[in-house]
């Protein structure tokens, strides 16, 4: 789930524990050119207050006004579509003619988007489906391979927890390299035990560890939707952590180095409780070969290459 799909959710359920009426929209289709895909939410409050979009701005005023006047008062959801015509598409704004499908929830239930978001921040996959004659939903577990889908009776939608990085080191390369993973919608975890690097981190947006790797990594859960990433160049740091993260689901497990490091350091690996397959899962040099030579560059050929993994696309090295 990404940060904005997040905060709605967490926005609807402190509204619906202040007793306000709210609304979910949820996008179940689109054709043509569309800004927000399947599956993206929108709460609406009874004042017009709004979290999220479905349409990037072009719907939400006639959206709103709908919800006030029409939706709020009904007990079932209700499936609006925008944009059928190529006169409707000028009227509402949608680009190149693109047509948006919403479902309109007028009374989720409070109980259900508490254990929904309650599953999301304890890292699981959770699947919602939702009755559409009645509007009642149910949670069941739910894997990464789960689709979005809707049809005449059910939605069905997939929420797992935000794509998360956790970086071992606290350098100037993990700083950049935290600035392009945020800006990528990733939760950023840094991990270093070092007393010299702890106020550099010092921010905000970062949760920063002072321990050490191994432990820190066993503590957090690593998930199929975490990437690992070691830049400490430091084999007592980096090696402890790989050791824990090659073991582990996690989608992505890097480490700064050259080929010749990279190969001593599985060679390494080997010696400990590790099988040849989990340590091959190890991309090293880490990143793409793009040429890059300072830290800002290095890390944009990071993310690339993890994102390239998150999207189960390969790249040669």
């Known amino acids: 789930m990404n940060s ?56 939400e005023d006639d959206l709103i006004r709908r919800v006030q006047t029409e939706i709020l008062t009904r007990d079932t959801p209700d499936m609006v579509v925008y944009g059928v015509s190529q006169e409707e598409a000028a009227r509402f704004g949608i680009p190149c003619g693109g047509t ?24 699981q996959i959770t699947r919602r489906i939702v009755d559409i004659s009645t509007g009642k939903s ?48 990733f939760e950023v975890i840094v991990i270093d035990p070092r007393e010299e690097y702890a106020e550099g981190i010092a921010r905000d947006d970062v949760k920063f560890i002072k321990g050490m790797p191994d432990d820190v990594l066993l503590e957090l859960g690593i998930d199929a939707r ?13 090696d402890m952590a790989l050791m824990e993260a090659l073991k582990s689901p996690a989608f992505y497990v890097g480490a700064l180095g050259n080929k010749i490091n990279t190969q001593k350091r599985k060679e390494r690996l080997l010696e400990f409780d590790i099988s040849k397959e989990q340590v091959e899962k190890l991309h090293g040099p880490v990143g793409l070969r793009i040429g890059a030579l300072t830290p800002p560059e290095i890390a944009i050929s990071i993310m690339a290459e993890v994102i390239a993994i998150k999207y189960g696309i390969t790249h040669p090295r």
């Open 4 to 59: 904005t799909d997040l905060s709605v959710l967490k926005l609807a359920v402190q509204w619906l524990k202040a007793e306000h009426q709210v609304a979910v929209a949820t996008v179940v289709q689109t054709w043509g050119s569309a800004p927000r895909p399947a599956g993206s939410w929108l709460a609406i409050r009874q004042d017009g207050q709004i979290a999220g979009s479905v349409s990037g701005g072009c719907v």
């Open 100 to 123: 948006l499908r919403l479902l309109i929830e007028p009374k989720p239930d409070l109980a259900t988007l508490e254990k929904l978001l309650d599953s999301i921040s304890s890292h």
């Open 138 to 185: 149910t949670l069941e577990n739910g894997n990464q391979n789960d689709a979005f889908s809707c049809d005449d009776k059910t939605m069905r939608t997939s929420y797992g927890p935000r794509w998360r990085m956790v970086i071992i080191g606290a350098g100037q390369l993990s700083l950049y390299t935290t600035d392009f993973a945020l800006a990528s919608d």
């Open 226 to 238: 975490t990437a690992v990433i070691a830049l400490t160049h430091d084999p007592k740091l980096d």
